[in-house]
């Protein structure tokens, strides 16, 4: 058994802990004859509804199919029902938001192909694996206690807890 797990995010700033659209993708594979058979999977959207929202006739369509270029082009019918986005939706960017879902899964499907060896192009084969990464964040702070200040507390550090 083969099991890939991904999550993305797009939000305004890389920082931002507001996403636009968040996806979180599982799939269980198997390998028989040389073909990776899809033998569970969950697709998780956020941010096209006021709930986090799954996939499910997606899930159910992909079960029990092999995985290639062809079940990727039918599977964008089902994603499409399952993730209805009114035009007139709350956040606006009704187009863009309805772009994100499916690229998501994109992205996340060469993924898996890729790394069960099933060849995608070059193009997407040089940029599937790169996560943009920072450095851990690290601070420190300072305190400076002025001699005779008659402001306390006001003006006067309070070391918190």
Known sequence: ELEFVR???????????IAIVSAGFRVVLEQTNNKYLVKDVTLSYGGLDAVTKEATKTARF?????????????????LEEDLPLP???IGGMVPYRRTLSTSFWYKFFMFVQKSVGI????????VIDIIPSRPLTSAIQT??????????????????V
């Open 119 to 126: 060849p995608v192009s070059q193009e997407i084969s040089d």
């Open 143 to 160: 305190y400076h206690h002025p001699k005779g200040s008659k402001k306390f507390p006001v003006g006067e550090p309070t070391v918190h």
């Open 7 to 17: 999550a993305f995010k797009q939000s305004r700033r890389r920082e931002d802990d």
């Open 62 to 78: 992909l079960i029990g199919k092999e995985l290639n270029q062809h079940l990727l082009d039918q599977s964008y019918h089902y």
């Open 87 to 89: 035009d007139d939706a």
